[in-house]
């Protein structure tokens, strides 16, 4: 059974900093791309952030550029997202992913296994 589960949600100023965590379970998590996706009421689901096996290969979108890190834990099996001056229009709920896959993507249909989500709200 292939699992991920989130963690950090809620609810931070403007300004502030949050650390997203996604744990992953199963046999392959240690071969795969991670990325972490959000939807906010009335958008489309968005690639934040995509990493790759190993970690030495990552990608942002447009919002997150500059703000957010994504990264690996050492045992492969964890990731997290270092969201920094976080702003109103960053409320959304975070999604982890993972995908089938060693290398990155930043399309939400090239993923093969989600959590079930966190809340992000970032009050002005």
């Known amino acids: 059974q292939v699992q991920l589960v989130e963690s950090g949600g809620g609810l931070v100023q403007a300004g502030g900093s949050l650390r997203l965590s996604c744990v992953a379970s199963?046999?392959?998590?240690?071969?795969?791309?991670m990325g972490w996706f959000r939807k906010a009421p009335g958008k489309d689901r968005e690639c934040v952030a995509t990493?790759?096996?190993?970690?030495?290969?990552?990608a942002y979108g447009d919002s997150a550029k500059g703000r957010f890190t994504i990264s690996r834990g050492n045992g492969l099996n964890t990731v997290y997202l270092q969201m920094n001056s976080v702003k109103p229009e960053d409320t959304a709920v975070y999604y982890c992913?993972?995908?089938?896959?060693?290398?990155?993507?930043?399309?939400?249909?090239?993923?093969?296994?989600w959590g079930r989500g966190t809340q992000v709200t970032v009050s002005s």
């Open positions: 199963g046999r392959i998590f240690s071969r795969v791309a």
């Open positions: 990493i790759n096996r190993d970690g030495g290969t990552t």
């Open positions: 992913a993972a995908r089938s896959s060693i290398h990155i993507a930043t399309s939400d249909s090239a993923y093969d296994y």
